[in-house]
């Protein structure tokens, strides 16, 4: 809440919040050479996710895989700028190790059931 009795309506607080939510995803992009290789097999995962006539459900999780990827880096990146200011005082956070680890797990996770989908797409589609 802002000082004295102006208060703040949640349509603004929210637009705020939307703002605010565009800048840090343009930073974290931008900051992250990383991201271009994830935008790369994105289109590669879409493309033939289409040629393969996915299904509803097969799309649906393909995009919530491909989301969880996005995500674990973007939360990563957060940590790694959280460790820069926090080596500049002298401090160590393992926490960036973490955050390193739930990007591995989230790509080898992701990474399984694209592949899963993908293939058994794969052998309906040349099965006829």
């Not at 995009?63 to 957060?78: D, K, R």
Request: proline share 1%; hydrophobic share 55%; charged share 15%.
């Amino acid at each position: 809440m802002l000082p004295g009795n102006y208060r703040v309506s949640s349509t603004r607080r929210a637009s705020y919040r939307l703002v605010r939510a565009f800048r840090g995803a343009k930073c974290g992009v931008r900051g992250e050479s990383v991201f271009f290789v994830y935008f790369f097999s994105t289109a590669l995962v879409l493309a033939a996710a289409t040629a393969l006539e996915a299904s509803l459900l097969e799309w649906a999780v393909l995009l919530l895989c491909i989301t969880a990827v996005f995500w674990a880096e973007m939360f990563n990146t957060a940590l790694q700028r959280l460790n820069q200011t926090l080596r500049q005082n002298g401090s160590k956070v393992e926490a960036l190790d973490v955050g390193h680890a739930a990007v591995l797990v989230t790509l080898i996770g992701a990474g399984s059931v694209i592949a899963l989908i993908l293939f058994a797409r794969l052998r309906t589609f040349l099965s006829g």
